[in-house]
């Protein structure tokens, strides 16, 4: 899982500033065709009603492995112009034709409201982060590869404040950290399986 992470984060960076800027520009995109509006059906889940789909080919291989979904309507700034409105973007990080990582926006503001990750490439989600006015707020993590989440990490300011988590598989919290200053202040952990915290662990004092 360590290294589908490195591989990730690392084509990922690439991958963002590409389909931000306009892969059509660089040399994959004259020969490949990278950017075009796909037709629903194509590689990717295909766009939802009223939406189009642009697909991005980073590796030259004639396939895509970036879908951008927009919707096109009127430009409030411009009088009688149309807009693009970003609706959810889609990578395959690795080229194995499955999807690697997700982003989702908000219609209104275009700000991105949610992020998923297949950290290992096994075609299933492991990690999403959601954010609100683009800060960071709450990250949910499938430790077990279950395909459910077990762990919930809660952030304020962009700080970590609390996690929670399922450890006994059950999809109940049972387990509690809370932080002060981006350090543990204490542990709560529910040893009847109650949902309530029935032991606490406060930090050490030096």
């Not at 960076?13 to 509006?37: I, N, Y």
């Not at 490439?121 to 707020?137: H, M, P, Q, S």
Request: hydrophobic share 35%; net charge negative; proline share 4%.
């Amino acid at each position: 899982m360590r290294n589908g992470l490195f591989v990730l984060l690392a084509a990922a960076t690439v991958v963002l500033a590409c389909a931000h800027a306009g892969c059509s520009k660089s040399p994959a995109a004259a020969t490949a065709g990278a950017e075009q509006v796909a037709a629903p059906g194509q590689q990717g889940p295909g766009p939802g009603a009223g939406e189009e789909v642009k697909t991005f080919d980073l590796n030259r291989d004639k396939k895509p492995d970036v879908w951008v979904y927009f919707r096109k309507g009127p430009d409030p700034a411009k009088p009688g112009a149309t807009k693009e409105t970003h609706l959810r973007k889609e990578m395959d990080l690795n080229f194995d034709g499955k999807i690697d990582v997700w982003n989702y926006f908000d219609e209104a503001t275009g700000d991105k409201n949610r992020e998923c990750f297949d950290l290992d490439f096994d075609g299933r989600i492991d990690e999403c982060a959601f954010y609100e006015k683009t800060i960071l707020v709450r990250k949910e993590l499938d430790l077990n590869f279950d395909g459910r989440p077990d762990m919930f990490k809660f952030f304020e300011k962009g700080k970590l404040v609390r996690k929670e988590r399922a450890s006994k598989g059950d999809g109940k919290v049972d387990y509690w950290e809370y932080y002060e200053g981006e350090e543990i202040d204490r542990i709560g952990i529910d040893t009847n399986g109650d949902g309530q915290v029935d032991l606490w662990q406060k930090k050490q004092q030096k």
